[in-house]
């Protein structure tokens, strides 16, 4: 490697940092969610018209963004790259509420009635089948993990892992980290960053895979 293309290549690390995502970024964290998951097998499932499958998953992601993160108190990270986020994620520490409460029941109704459309219900009732498998020992949970399609393949999702991982080991009681996902070119890659499959469910046509990585 020349010296040039040496210190290019450290520059570029320098501009680049994972760190938590804060309201002046909440709409491009929307942004990256939505633009991330319009090709998830789970959002085809429930959406199948390309348009509406974009509105109504940029719904679910301004209700997961401004209304899930704070309530039940997730974890919101996303890489930034010369300060702006390419790259966004949530996960769940066992200090996370996880109960439901009134306000999040108010804002799903709220949801739902933006969204003017039944199968938005779906995306719920998924989450709702992949939590009927608990995990005993305490652990963090990573909810999502969205990277821009354009900067794909650059790492950025690797990069996360490690972020989460390397909080997870600081932890007084944690034990690993789980994820589930019913995409299973996900699981090819989770499994290559040394997560295992522990349990597989049914959701509809589609198989979930909860995962899990003794860390």
Sequence with gaps: MSLYIYIFTLSLLKDMKIKSIKSVDFENAIDIFTEAFINDPLFIFAFPDLENRKRLTRIMYEFVVLELVPEMKLKLIGLFENEKPVSAGT??????????????????KEMWIKANDNSIRLIGEYSMESKNFN??????????????????????GKAMFKYVESKCLKHPAAKGIALDTPNPENVKIYKHLGYKVVHKFKFHYLTGYTMYKEI
């Design 91 to 108: 996960y769940t520490t066992p200090e996370s509420t996880t109960g439901w409460t009134d306000k999040l029941d108010k804002a799903v």
């Design 135 to 156: 995990l005993k020992e305490p652990h963090f949970y990573f909810n999502e993990l969205a990277v821009l399609p354009k900067e794909q393949g650059k790492g950025h």
